[in-house]
C-alpha cells in the first residue's frame, strides 16, 4: 500500500471541474513538494505539475495543483474527453530515500 | 528534442540475469539525476532506483535492494539497470525518468520519460 493516499477513481462531465487528493503523512507530503502525472492509456507518463503549483511547458491551463498541510491537490477545470486518464501524484520521502508514487486515480469523462 | 530511449527487456527466467539501458538525447546528460520506474501489467507506477546526477549516490526501493543496480555513464549519456536474481514479480514495463539537477535532482519532478521496455520473469 502506497504511503500518498488517492481515490480510486474520479468522473464528471465535458466542462465539468473535476478534483483529486492526495494525502500523506507531515515526513512526505509536509517535507518536500508534490508532483504529478498524467498517463494516457498505453502510453508513459507525463509530468503534468511540478513543485505543488508549477504547470510544466505545454501542459493546459486547465489542470492546477495545490497544498495544504499533509494533502495536496489536482484540479481539472473545463474537463475534456482526452483528460481521460489516470494521475498519480508524487514526492520524495526522507524517512525512506525513496520516491514515491500515490496508488493513482483513474478520471472517467462521461 | 529530448528523447530517451529504454532497450533490453524480454522474457527472461526467475533467477537469471538482465541488463536495462535507457539512451538519453537532446539534454545534458551529465546534469540530471536520473530514475528509473516500472508499471507491472494493470498496476500503478512504482518507483525502483535512482542515481545522483554524477553517479556518486544511488537509492533503491527496499524490494529490489542487493539485487538491482543503477549505474549511469555520461559520455554514453546512457543509464543502466543491471537486474539479478530476477523473480516473477519483477514483471513490469520499465521506464526511466530524468530527475532534476543538481545534488538534491533525486527528489525532483520527472520532466521527460522514456516509452519503456517490457521484462517478463517466468519459467
Known amino acids: 500500500q502506497s504511503a500518498l493516499i488517492q481515490p480510486p477513481s474520479a468522473s464528471g462531465t465535458p466542462g465539468q471541474r473535476v478534483s483529486i487528493s492526495c494525502s500523506g503523512s507531515?515526513?512526505?507530503?509536509?517535507?518536500?513538494?508534490t508532483n504529478w502525472y498524467q498517463q494516457l492509456p498505453g502510453t508513459a507518463p507525463r509530468l503534468l505539475i511540478y513543485s505543488n503549483i508549477q504547470r510544466p511547458l505545454g501542459v493546459p491551463d486547465r489542470f492546477s495543483g495545490s497544498k495544504s498541510g499533509t494533502s495536496a491537490s489536482l484540479a481539472i477545470s473545463g474537463l475534456q474527453s482526452e483528460d481521460e486518464a489516470d494521475y498519480f501524484c508524487a514526492t520524495w520521502d526522507d524517512s525512506l530515500n525513496n520516491y514515491v508514487f500515490g496508488s493513482g486515480t483513474r478520471v472517467i469523462v462521461l | 528534442q529530448v528523447r530517451l530511449v529504454e532497450s533490453g527487456g524480454g522474457v527472461v527466467q526467475p533467477g537469471r540475469s538482465l541488463r536495462l539501458s535507457c539512451e538519453a538525447s537532446?539534454?545534458?546528460?551529465?546534469?540530471?539525476?536520473m530514475h528509473w520506474v516500472r508499471q507491472a501489467p494493470g498496476k500503478g507506477l512504482e518507483w525502483v532506483a535512482a542515481?545522483?546526477?554524477?553517479?556518486?549516490?544511488?537509492y533503491y526501493v527496499d524490494s529490489v535492494k542487493g539485487r538491482l543496480t543503477i549505474s549511469r555513464h555520461s559520455s554514453k549519456n546512457t543509464l543502466y539497470l543491471q537486474m539479478n536474481s530476477l523473480r516473477p514479480e519483477d514483471t513490469a514495463v520499465y521506464f526511466c525518468?530524468?530527475?532534476?539537477?543538481?545534488?538534491?535532482?533525486?527528489?525532483?519532478?520527472?520532466?521527460?520519460w522514456g516509452q519503456g521496455t517490457l521484462l517478463t520473469v517466468s519459467s
Open positions: 525518468a530524468t530527475g532534476g539537477t543538481g545534488s538534491g535532482g533525486h527528489r525532483g519532478g520527472f520532466a521527460y
Open positions: 537532446g539534454v545534458t546528460f551529465s546534469n540530471y539525476a
Open positions: 507531515s515526513s512526505i507530503i509536509g517535507r518536500h513538494t
Open positions: 542515481i545522483s546526477y554524477d553517479g556518486s549516490n544511488e
